[in-house]
């Protein structure tokens, strides 16, 4: 089986919520994805045990992740 279509291919959870959580930040991730764990006690942690467990939360982490446009800061082909 090929990953090659897989944009996701490479990435594990953890960079995925980290980049999600650093980039939102917690409080508008949970209104993003309605889920407890973005909501009490918020960690990486606790989200990623629950995500884990829990494949439609992490069909929809991932759909963010991929819908989300993160500024490339340091690139050699961005513009000056």
């Given at each position: 089986m090929t990953q090659a279509n897989n944009p996701l291919h490479g990435l594990?959870?953890?960079t995925?919520?980290?980049k999600l959580v650093n980039f939102y930040g917690y409080p508008k991730?949970?209104?993003q994805i309605n889920i407890l764990?973005?909501?009490e006690n918020p960690s990486i942690k606790?989200?990623?045990k629950f995500l884990r467990k829990t494949p439609w939360a992490r069909e929809k982490v991932e759909q963010l992740?991929?819908?989300t446009r993160f500024e490339v800061k340091s690139s050699?082909?961005?513009q000056q």
């Open positions: 594990t959870l953890e995925i919520v980290t991730l949970a209104s764990c973005f909501k606790s989200s990623l992740y991929l819908d050699p082909w961005s």
